[in-house]
């Protein structure tokens, strides 16, 4: 039986981590139920008991945290640094979990949040990055990147200038655009493949380019969703906070690895 478990997780689990392989219905299954559980429990358990206000601060405080971890990610692809399952995906989301917890724990205590927090989360960023620069191959596929977001972005501001959505969730939609814009480069410019289960079969019906109305959609659909599903509005921010980590992460991490693996021609 134990073998049959073993078996179990490294085919569907541990193997996809290494080989990039990506995900499967099983994995996405798992985590997508990890994903929701751990932020009802993280704001039931963590952020509400040490009255911290889920607003633009701690957007801001998250923010260096999730930059360290994407880039820490991209350095493992960029084989800067060894894969280890805790800075690989999904275990680098858990590595940064544990990383600032800490600091907002202090922060709430010593009631000088969000400084020792963004402190943290800076000084860890700054030497991923410092990793990141020192060896990069070719800086294209970033400049490619932003073009693509800079686009996207000015879309987006005209649209919320009728105030379709609530202010926070202009965060999360403006990193998944960026998230969008970096795997459109990385798969239509750099013929890079597609992990993720669902969008894999997209893209290969419809092209990269698809990304934008599909991604579209499921903002609506999670906004409104939530908006209904979850009344609470201190909740409903900390599931737009998660929503926004979810699309910074590879935003941040995809022209990180290009820029890592990349020659300039």
Known sequence: MLDVLRDFLWEYFVRPMYTREGYNPVNTLVYALIFGFAVIYTYRYIIRPLRIKVDERLFLAVTPMVVFGATVRALVDGGVLEPNPWILTPGIFFTAFFLILPALIADAKLETYPR?????????????????????????????????TAISWAAVFTLYRFRPFEKLYLYPTLAHYFDIASTVVAIDIYGYREVHWIENHLVRALGPYAYYPWITLILVTVYYGLKYLVPDKEERNFWYLAIYILGLGPAIRDPAQMVLQIVCG
Request: aromatic letters at 16%; a neutral charge; hydrophobic letters at 55%.
């Open 116 to 148: 020792i927090t963004i402190g943290w989360g800076t000084l860890l960023a700054l030497w991923a990055n410092y990793l990141l620069v020192t060896n990069a191959r070719c800086w294209e596929p970033y400049i490619l990147t932003l073009i693509h």
